[in-house]
């Protein structure tokens, strides 16, 4: 197992389209498992592979409160959406920052389960945003997309400055909502 690094915006490698995952052996199996590692540690809900350089369509979600319900998303589509809803988001490669998004209310997803399974899901609420998040992920988009162009320009120089300051990770107690 391993913590892999996760990219932080503005880096161009969270814009590349991610591919399908044609086959699912060990190599993919072990990307799950460093991926599910990644997340834990952080700690986040979910990690998208692109955010670890990692261009292929697989997202692990967990939104239990111990870290016991590991979910595993391969080629995921979401195939149906209903209504609208706002939430605070945050992201792993946008660290310390936090604002409110739209996204649709209720979703149906369909995807392959670690055993290469079709299985369609039915999500709400905070797991419906959270799938929604990643799949973006997957074609290239962050958060950040959906926010003005001013609260865009206010990410980045902030980010900028705490990679060049080489700042790892934000407290808690310095993150900002926009
Ligand atoms: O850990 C995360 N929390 C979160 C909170 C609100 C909406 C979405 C998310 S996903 C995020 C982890 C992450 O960046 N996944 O790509
Ligand atoms: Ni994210």
Redesign the pocket.
Known sequence: MAVLDILVYPDPRLRQPALPVSLLDDEIRRLVRDMAET?YQ???????AV?VNVPLRVIVIDISADQSDLQVFINPEIIERTGATQ????????PGIFAPVERADSITVRSLNQDGETVDLYAEG?MS??IQ??VD?LDGKV?VDYLSRLKQERIRKRLQKQIKHGIQSTPVSDAVTL
């Open positions: 997340m952080a700690p986040g809900i979910g990690l998208a955010q939430t605070e988001e945050g992201c792993l490669s946008v905070l945003v959270c998040h990643e992920h958060f």
